[in-house]
Structures are given as structure tokens and as C-alpha cells.
């Protein structure tokens, strides 16, 4: 009976040992899911913080573009010069009015390196003063006598076609177009010639400010309810701009004219994420009707971003400062990661917005109007 009794006392401890190191086991087993499960959170989060992002669209770059200096490049957009090549590349892209009831394009290229840009054009002062708030190098092919005059005044590096005809820039015969609309270069030739002069080609570039978060929530509450799919902007009476949304994209398609402004050298839609509209007054100063455009102070205008649109401002303290754009309440805009496409306008220049609302009128434009009449 004792003999039965240890040997049953010996089982209950075996199976006791038993259960025990299945316990440690699976308690192990435990930890080790837990810290698996922790080191994937832990490397996710890391990959977030080390994503290196454009100053100049949010969106992620190489470490090598991160600190490149921006060239500015003026692009013709005369009706024998379109469709242009690089728009798509470009961070920015700048819109002007010039002489002519025409517009002109600068192209900044920060974190792309285009392979042909063009059609190459000439400098204007609002357009230097502008590349200058990036500390741009400013690439163009001759210049009215107020834009040559600016570029030293207020010591911009330029690349000039008319004495880099055959070096930097080149005669485009691929594509068929007429002088002075033939004209292009490359990121590779700017940069080349750029070192030639020992202009410095890094620089700690100012960024904007874009919305990081996974579902934009920042541009969600920033925007509100105003929906807008179209916004035409009339620059001249025989020129205007549309400016229509693609929910799919969430992107916007530039229609110049009642054509859609494409990329010569991918044959793609141009397709910003933002768009800008700065009113800006203007008045003919020199010869031949060129231009000069307050982009120096302060001015109201409009942010069409994710499907909606909301009334904006603007400041630049001066020439080398750059622009602000703010809300109502006075904080920076946010801007969705992407092409940020902005249109310098006259307060007077009509613009329609769809879906429209009753009795609304273009602001800018009516208080403009209200200050004439008195």
C-alpha cells in the first residue's frame, strides 16, 4: 500500500513537471509573438520617421535630392510653342500674364532632373523676383529690358540662352516648331554650365507646408464644405484657364483654351495636386506692353485642393522672402503632396467656379471694381 501511494505521488509530479514546462513554453511563445509584434511596429515606425520628402511637393526623394538647388526655367506658352516639355517634372510650376495677351510658365525642378525642357523664353522681372524667393537658378533665353535689369539688382544666377545658344541650349528640330519656339536645354546641361560659373549647386531649400498624414486629414478639415470641380480663370478675353478636378486622381487637369495641357515629352495630362490662384494687380510699364506685377505685399486669392476650394491670402515682404499663403484665420495653408500649379492673376480678372452658388460673385474682382467707382 505505501509502495502504491510513492508511486502515485511520483506520477503526480511527473505530470505536475509536465505541465509546467508546457506553460513556460507557451509563455514563451507569448513573449516572442509580442516582441515580433512589437519589432514590426518599431521598424514600421522607422521607415515612416527616415522617409525623406520633397520640400517642394511632400512628395518621397532619394537623400542625394534632398538638399539639390532648384533651377527655375521659363517656358514659352505662346499658341506655336505649346505643348511644352517637362511640365510634369517640375515641383512648381508659375503662371504670369506677359505682353501680348498671352501667359508665360517657370517650371521649378527641385527634385527631378528632366532630360529636355521646353520651349526655352524670355526673362521678365516678376518671374526673377519670383525664382529668387526659392534661390533658384534662373534659366531663360534672352529677357525684356526690365527683366535683364532685375536679374542683377537683386543677384540672381542666371543661365542666359542668348550667350549659351549651342552650349546650355540647343535648337530642338524633333519638333517642329519655328523660332523663337524651338528653343530647349536639360537639367544635365543647366547643371554643367552651372558648375562652369561656380554657381553653388546645394542649398538648404525653404519647404512648404504639406499634409503627411495617411488619409490627408489636415487638407480635410482645412478645406471644409465649399465643393469645387471646376474653376475657369479668364486671363485675357481670348485666353482662359480651367482648372478641373479628377476625384479619381484627386488631381486636377489644366485646360488651356478648351485644350488639356499636356507634357510633350510623355504625352501625359498635366495633373497637379493643388492649385493656386494669387491676385496680383498689374499695369504696362514698358515697351511693347511687358508688364510689371506687385508680387511684393500682400493679396488675397484661392486654393483648390482634394475637391474643394477655399479663400486664401498672401504676403511677401520682399524680393528674396518668400510667399506665404495663409487662410482665414491667418495659419499657413497645407497643400496635398504633389505638383502645386499657381496662377498670378489681376483682381480684376473674371473667374467662374462650378458648381456655382447663387449670387456669388468673384470677390477680388467686385471689390476692385467698388474702389474704381469711388
Request: hydrophobic share 35%; proline share 4%.
Amino acid at each position: 500500500m505505501r509502495l502504491e501511494l510513492k508511486k502515485l505521488g511520483l506520477l503526480l509530479l511527473l505530470m505536475g513537471l509536465v505541465f509546467s514546462l508546457v506553460g513556460c513554453k507557451d509563455l514563451r511563445s507569448n513573449d516572442k509573438e509580442e516582441n515580433t509584434k512589437e519589432s514590426m511596429e518599431t521598424e514600421k515606425i522607422k521607415e515612416e520617421e527616415e522617409k525623406i520628402l520633397s520640400p517642394l511637393s511632400g512628395l518621397e526623394v532619394s537623400e542625394d535630392s534632398l538638399n539639390k538647388r532648384p533651377f527655375a526655367v521659363m517656358l514659352d506658352n505662346h499658341f506655336d510653342a505649346i505643348p511644352q516639355s517637362a511640365l510634369n517634372m517640375a515641383d512648381l510650376i508659375y503662371e504670369f500674364k506677359a505682353e501680348g495677351e498671352f501667359t508665360r510658365y517657370m517650371a521649378i525642378f527641385q527634385s527631378n532632373s528632366p532630360e529636355v525642357i521646353g520651349p526655352v523664353r524670355s526673362a521678365r522681372p516678376y518671374f526673377v523676383d519670383t525664382a529668387k524667393e526659392y534661390n533658384a537658378i534662373y534659366a531663360h533665353w534672352g529677357g525684356s529690358e526690365l527683366g535683364y535689369a532685375e536679374i542683377p539688382k537683386i543677384g540672381v544666377n542666371d543661365l542666359d540662352g542668348i550667350a549659351l545658344e549651342g552650349i546650355t541650349y540647343y535648337r530642338n528640330k524633333e519638333v517642329g516648331k519655328k523660332r523663337p519656339h524651338d528653343g530647349y536645354t536639360s537639367s544635365k546641361l543647366l547643371r554643367e554650365q552651372a558648375e562652369k560659373y561656380k554657381y553653388d549647386l546645394t542649398d538648404d531649400v525653404k519647404p512648404l507646408k504639406f499634409d503627411t498624414t495617411k488619409d490627408l486629414e489636415n487638407i480635410k478639415e482645412q478645406m471644409a464644405e465649399k465643393i469645387c470641380t471646376s474653376l475657369t480663370l479668364n486671363f485675357f478675353k481670348s485666353y482662359k484657364e480651367v482648372y478641373e478636378y479628377d476625384e479619381s486622381l484627386n488631381k486636377y487637369r489644366v485646360i488651356r483654351n478648351n485644350e488639356t495641357v499636356i507634357d510633350e515629352h510623355d504625352k501625359k495630362d498635366v495633373t497637379p495636386s493643388n492649385i493656386i490662384i494669387e491676385f496680383a494687380a498689374s499695369k504696362v510699364t514698358g515697351p511693347l506692353g511687358t508688364l510689371t506685377i506687385d508680387i511684393v505685399g500682400s493679396g488675397n486669392g484661392l486654393l483648390l485642393s482634394n475637391g474643394k476650394l477655399i479663400e486664401i491670402n498672401w504676403q511677401k515682404n520682399s524680393f528674396d522672402e518668400k510667399t506665404i499663403f495663409t487662410r482665414q484665420d491667418g495659419e499657413e495653408i497645407y497643400l496635398t503632396p504633389g505638383q502645386t500649379w499657381i496662377s498670378v492673376a489681376d483682381p480684376t480678372d473674371a473667374y467662374e467656379i462650378l458648381p456655382a452658388e447663387e449670387n456669388v460673385e468673384n470677390s477680388a474682382a467686385a471689390e476692385n471694381s467698388a474702389n474704381a467707382d469711388k
